[in-house]
């Protein structure tokens, strides 16, 4: 459960606020440099996965020729060669080549057949003076770390209806792994739950299960829980992805899209959470504490396929996935660390180059994703500008960035924290209404960790907003430091009416949203 939402640490009291002007606490101006080693990485990877699109060109129009032909014309053909061996031997050589070829380096389709976010109960619901009278009663005693505390709250983006599990929220506190056990198994199981209600897919059908959760991971291990629960069948594959983060989620979708390449007409079940209890932090180290105010009950259950008779009925398409992976670098490596305070606490502890760190994460993966899923103008504006700097034709050329919003209609960006949003918006151009799935994700239920991608894509689900052929855009950072994209494509546009009857974690309330989440001072450094 690693905090990407904001720079905190000792002495800082501006986690979620607007970042100090430090450029070590801001992300970099994506506008100062860009390395052509992604560029040129997006365009590998564009060519070495979609080499089968070079073929289709040569294979369709011959495929759709030869359904055109008569019967005299199969005769005369069939006479002009019979007389040629060594034209009928190498043309049917040709087409088998090229048709191997095809059938081999063409991807299966992955499908999201649909989706379920877990709403707790009512009983679950916590305020913000809730939040910092129990992190209080754990042991955050300090009137300075409550002070602190307090500020970061107000600063944060969450709002009074967010969701913390019984062991925290009880007075005292009780977390104890058999809390932890309960609070991920009520996670889990109520989103599958919802999920298998909603597809009717049969739990025997499932052949790969993939379950990512960063601070907790018990013995037996969470996805050998599910499988316990849920009877699946003994030759699923099976994989539980640990200390990842909140981008693990992109993670296991990247995972589950290749098993899904290797193991034909199936099913693949993704779980994001992250557990609250026993990482609920019980000291005064301020660099801790950010994790108390933001960190929120949540998990997402994710259902995908690579059946082609799943299409008709599935939501979305994955289109492309991009990971990038910052920890050589020794900063990026040790932004987010779990580890103990001087009273022996554990707690995750943020660092001052958080969001330099994270930044710059960002801005490589937007790099590499680039020439995979931007129109051709803004690509030759882009490397325009880029070339006229490298030859330094003119001092005063700033890079080109391209307008992303060319290539998307939607983002779901990780609800980190406000600081976070606020940076990307700005450094992206986005409009408030572009990000408002995150914000008001971030607001009703603060943040998720791996799972608020889908609780921001739930929210422009209850809205209405997705249609045919729309492409959404999901982009997530967390500790290592990494930064994830998936790129889905809407195969149906999504029926508000029709997120009611399927328990939309946003439709019992859609309408009272958007709010106002009013402006915050910057918050000192001291």
Same mark, same amino acid.
């Given at each position: 459960?690693?905090?990407?939402?904001?720079?905190?640490?000792?002495?800082?009291?501006?986690?979620?606020?607007?970042?100090?002007? /430090?450029?070590?606490?801001?992300?970099?101006?994506?506008?100062?440099?860009?390395?052509?080693?992604?560029?040129?990485?997006?365009?590998?990877?564009?060519?070495?996965?979609?080499?089968?699109?070079?073929?289709?060109?040569?294979?369709?129009?011959?495929?759709?020729?030869?359904?055109?032909?008569?019967?005299?014309?199969?005769?005369?053909?069939?006479?002009?060669?019979?007389? +040629?061996?060594?034209?009928?031997?190498?043309?049917?050589?040709?087409?088998?080549?090229?048709?191997?070829?095809?059938?081999?380096?063409?991807?299966?389709?992955?499908?999201? !057949?649909?989706?379920?976010?877990?709403?707790?109960?009512?009983?679950?619901?916590?305020?913000?003076?809730?939040?910092?009278?129990?992190?209080?009663?754990?042991?955050?005693?300090?009137?300075?770390?409550?002070?602190?505390?307090?500020?970061?709250?107000?600063?944060?983006?969450?709002?009074?209806? /967010?969701?913390?599990?019984?062991?925290?929220?009880?007075?005292?506190?009780?977390?104890?792994?058999?809390?932890?056990?309960?609070?991920?198994?009520?996670?889990?199981?109520?989103?599958?739950?919802?999920?298998?209600?909603?597809?009717? !897919?049969?739990?025997?059908?499932?052949?790969?299960?993939?379950?990512?959760?960063?601070?907790?991971?018990?013995?037996?291990?969470?996805?050998?829980?599910?499988?316990?629960?849920?009877?699946?069948?003994?030759?699923? /594959?099976?994989?539980?992805?640990?200390?990842?983060?909140?981008?693990?989620?992109?993670?296991?979708?990247?995972?589950?899209?290749?098993?899904?390449?290797?193991?034909?007409?199936?099913?693949?079940?993704?779980?994001?959470?992250?557990?609250? /209890?026993? +990482?609920?932090?019980?000291?005064?180290?301020?660099?801790?504490?950010?994790?108390?105010?933001?960190?929120?009950?949540?998990?997402?259950?994710?259902?995908?396929?690579?059946?082609?008779?799943?299409?008709?009925?599935?939501?979305?398409?994955?289109?492309?996935?991009?990971?990038?992976?910052?920890?050589?670098?020794?900063?990026?490596?040790?932004?987010?660390?779990?580890?103990?305070?001087?009273?022996?606490?554990?707690?995750?502890?943020?660092?001052?180059?958080?969001?330099?760190?994270?930044?710059?994460?960002?801005?490589?993966?937007?790099?590499?994703?680039?020439?995979?899923?931007?129109?051709?103008?803004?690509?030759?504006?882009?490397?325009?500008?880029?070339?006229?700097?490298?030859?330094?034709?003119?001092?005063?050329?700033?890079?080109?960035?391209?307008?992303?919003?060319?290539?998307?209609?939607?983002?779901?960006?990780?609800?980190?924290?406000?600081? !976070?949003?606020?940076?990307?918006?700005?450094?992206?151009?986005?409009?408030?209404?572009?990000?408002?799935?995150?914000?008001?994700?971030?607001?009703?239920?603060?943040?998720?960790?791996?799972?608020?991608?889908?609780?921001?894509?739930?929210?422009?689900?209850?809205?209405?907003?997705?249609?045919?052929?729309?492409?959404?855009?999901?982009?997530?950072?967390?500790?290592?430091?990494?930064?994830?994209?998936?790129?889905?494509?809407?195969?149906?546009?999504?029926?508000?009416?029709?997120?009611?009857?399927?328990?939309?974690?946003?439709?019992?309330?859609?309408?009272?949203?958007?709010?106002?989440?009013?402006?915050?001072?910057?918050?000192?450094?001291?």
């Amino acid at each position: 459960m690693d905090s990407t939402a904001a720079p905190a640490n000792n002495g800082d009291g501006g986690a979620a606020a607007s970042p100090p002007t /430090t450029s070590r606490r801001r992300m970099p101006d994506f506008q100062q440099s860009v390395r052509l080693k992604y560029v040129k990485l997006g365009y590998h990877y564009l060519i070495s996965n979609g080499v089968y699109l070079l073929l289709t060109p040569l294979i369709v129009p011959v495929a759709v020729h030869l359904t055109t032909l008569s019967a005299g014309d199969v005769a005369d053909l069939w006479a002009h060669l019979r007389f +040629n061996l060594i034209s009928v031997v190498a043309c049917s050589t040709l087409l088998v080549f090229l048709a191997t070829v095809y059938f081999l380096t063409r991807p299966r389709p992955v499908y999201l !057949v649909d989706f379920a976010c877990y709403k707790p109960p009512p009983e679950r619901r916590c305020s913000r003076d809730t939040v910092q009278r129990g992190s209080g009663l754990a042991g955050c005693s300090t009137a300075d770390s409550l002070e602190f505390q307090r500020k970061i709250i107000e600063r944060s983006g969450l709002g009074d209806d /967010t969701y913390l599990p019984a062991a925290v929220l009880r007075v005292p506190p009780n977390p104890c792994m058999a809390e932890a056990r309960l609070e991920a198994e009520a996670v889990m199981f109520g989103a599958v739950d919802d999920l298998l209600r909603k597809t009717g !897919v049969s739990a025997k059908d499932i052949g790969v299960l993939v379950v990512n959760c960063s601070l907790f991971n018990p013995t037996p291990s969470l996805s050998a829980m599910v499988v316990n629960h849920y009877k699946l069948r003994g030759n699923i /594959t099976s994989y539980n992805l640990g200390g990842m983060g909140c981008s693990a989620g992109l993670l296991a979708i990247d995972l589950a899209k290749d098993l899904l390449q290797v193991h034909p007409n199936t099913y693949a079940l993704v779980i994001s959470t992250e557990n609250i /209890t026993l +990482n609920w932090y019980a000291g005064n180290d301020r660099s801790k504490l950010v994790s108390n105010c933001l960190f929120r009950m949540g998990g997402a259950a994710i259902l995908l396929s690579n059946r082609r008779p799943e299409k008709a009925r599935s939501k979305y398409e994955l289109v492309h996935t991009v990971r990038t992976h910052k920890g050589g670098d020794d900063k990026c490596f040790a932004c987010v660390t779990q580890e103990e305070d001087g009273d022996g606490n554990v707690g995750v502890s943020l660092s001052r180059d958080l969001m330099a760190g994270g930044g710059g994460a960002l801005k490589t993966n937007i790099t590499t994703l680039g020439p995979l899923v931007l129109p051709l103008s803004e690509q030759l504006l882009f490397a325009a500008t880029l070339a006229a700097r490298k030859l330094r034709i003119s001092p005063k050329i700033r890079p080109y960035i391209p307008d992303f919003k060319l290539a998307f209609e939607h983002f779901c960006i990780h609800a980190g924290g406000r600081a !976070v949003l606020d940076e990307i918006e700005k450094n992206l151009q986005l409009s408030e209404w572009h990000m408002e799935p995150s914000r008001m994700a971030l607001h009703r239920f603060g943040n998720t960790s791996s799972s608020s991608l889908w609780y921001e894509l739930a929210y422009s689900e209850a809205k209405g907003r997705i249609g045919r052929g729309d492409r959404v855009w999901q982009i997530a950072f967390g500790s290592g430091f990494k930064c994830n994209s998936a790129v889905w494509r809407a195969l149906r546009p999504v029926n508000p009416a029709e997120e009611l009857e399927k328990k939309n974690p946003w439709m019992d309330e859609i309408h009272r949203f958007p709010v106002a989440v009013p402006k915050v001072s910057r918050v000192s450094a001291d």
